[in-house]
């Protein structure tokens, strides 16, 4: 049974045990929330090829990206296949150990970050290398 529910994704993100998300922000909302994910990616094939001749990153999900290593398992393009997807979300669904060592890399991921105020401290940085 699946119960559809329209706003509240931010709490939602708080108590699921695990997401399975498209690259984006969402990832980024999971981390947040210290949500363990999975990411998926898939578009069109032109598109991927175009992306991948123009963008030159080992991930597409920004917690891997700003890791500089996989802490989320990523699906992209053809690897994005239901039967793998449902394996290793049924593997982190049995496994709250490696859940739990997910959150806590995405614990270090949102501290690297900085806290609120991103956009003041920007500014003065800005200004600094300007004045």
């Not at 053809?78 to 859940?99: K, V």
């Not at 900085?114 to 200004?127: D, F, K, Y």
Request: proline share 3%; aromatic share 6%.
């Amino acid at each position: 049974q699946v119960k559809v529910e329209v706003g509240g994704a931010h709490r939602q993100k708080q108590r699921a045990t695990l997401a399975i998300t498209a690259s984006g922000t969402a990832t980024m909302e999971c981390a947040f929330s210290r949500c363990p994910m999975i990411v998926v990616y898939k578009v069109n094939w032109l598109t991927y090829l175009v992306g991948r001749w123009l963008v030159t990153v080992g991930w597409l999900g920004m917690p891997n990206v700003i890791a500089g290593r996989e802490i989320v398992p990523e699906f992209i393009q053809h690897r994005a296949q239901p039967d793998r997807i449902a394996a290793i979300a049924g593997e982190l669904l049995r496994d709250s150990a490696r859940r739990s060592a997910m959150q806590r890399e995405l614990a270090i991921i949102v501290e690297k970050l900085g806290g609120a105020g991103a956009s003041q401290r920007a500014a003065e940085l800005i200004v600094q290398e300007i004045g």
